[in-house]
């Protein structure tokens, strides 16, 4: 079975492991940036012996260069995505970081390197923005704290957006898991730095606090963000920033489920209506 089958599932997995990574910086009881210093530098020596069985080609300077924005890209976003896990709510946070990459990603990809968008795209785009919106609209206030951190996570899309498309770039021609593990080492020295600035505390305090950290590095580092690599390595650009969206939807649902954040039959329909928009948009990898 060629790559390209496995590619749309494998983002929806990885989609999902993301899904619940503010679930697990909620729950973290040491500072927001260090929890995300803890999840990449946890991540790195499974993702680099993961590595080991793949060839991988040498690391030239522009390999390198990307190599350094990918990991600066993706440390400046948890950092502000984390921060604003504490200010609005998990459903906010997923969705305004995610939303943003939809628009920006496929007209970018289209742009540089003249991907075409396909014809039914914009169905299935519109679909699932309305699932969004549905899900998490009730969600949003304009209350000052909450509108900060809402700010907070949109400023957060813009790195994930600097992300997603330099990692495209260098996935082409390296393995994932070689990708990962050096990409991922990056992100944790920028992080540990800014967690030093800021004062916060870095080590965790007993079991529990361990348990959280371990559990967000394997599950949204070692198996989202590679998993999402490996799809976006295979898929038109544009598909792939949709089937993100998945995100909010596992996000909210777990929310609701671990933090009362409240859900309400619009959102379930919402649910039902992002599920949709992700199918619409499988059909055009085939």
């Known amino acids: 079975m060629p790559p390209t089958r496995f590619a749309f599932p494998a983002l929806l997995a990885g989609a999902a492991c993301i899904g619940f990574a503010g679930i697990f910086v909620r729950l973290s009881d040491i500072g927001p940036v260090a929890t995300g210093f803890w999840r990449l530098l946890l991540a790195a020596p499974v993702l680099w012996l993961l590595s080991l069985h793949t060839p991988s080609p040498p690391i030239n300077r522009r390999r390198g260069v990307a190599l350094l924005a990918i990991g600066a890209f993706f440390a400046l976003d948890l950092t502000v995505w984390h921060l604003s896990l504490h200010i609005t709510t998990v459903a906010n946070a997923t969705l305004l970081t995610n939303c943003v990459p939809v628009f920006c990603v496929p007209l970018v990809g289209w742009l540089i390197w003249k991907e075409p968008i396909a014809p039914g795209f914009s169905l299935s ?55 990962m593990a050096i990409s991922s080492a990056i992100s944790a020295m920028v992080m540990l730095a800014i967690a030093l600035v800021r004062g916060e505390a870095i080590w965790p305090s007993g079991w529990h606090a361990w348990s959280v950290l371990v559990a967000l590095a394997l599950i949204t580092q070692v198996g989202g963000q590679s998993l999402i690599a490996y799809g976006l390595g295979h898929l038109p650009t544009h598909v792939s920033a949709l089937g993100l969206m998945f995100q909010p939807l596992v996000a909210t649902l777990a929310a609701w489920l671990l933090f009362a954040e409240a859900i309400s039959p619009l959102q379930v329909s919402g649910a039902v209506v992002i599920v949709l928009g992700v199918w619409l948009a499988k059909r055009q990898t085939h």
């Open 125 to 179: 785009f519109i679909v699932t923005l309305v699932g969004v919106l549905l899900l998490t609209g009730e969600n949003f206030a304009l209350a000052p704290a909450r509108f900060r951190g809402d700010l907070l996570a949109t400023l957060a899309a813009v790195f994930y957006c600097g992300y997603l498309l330099v990692l495209k770039l260098v996935r082409q021609d390296m393995p994932v898991m070689r990708l």
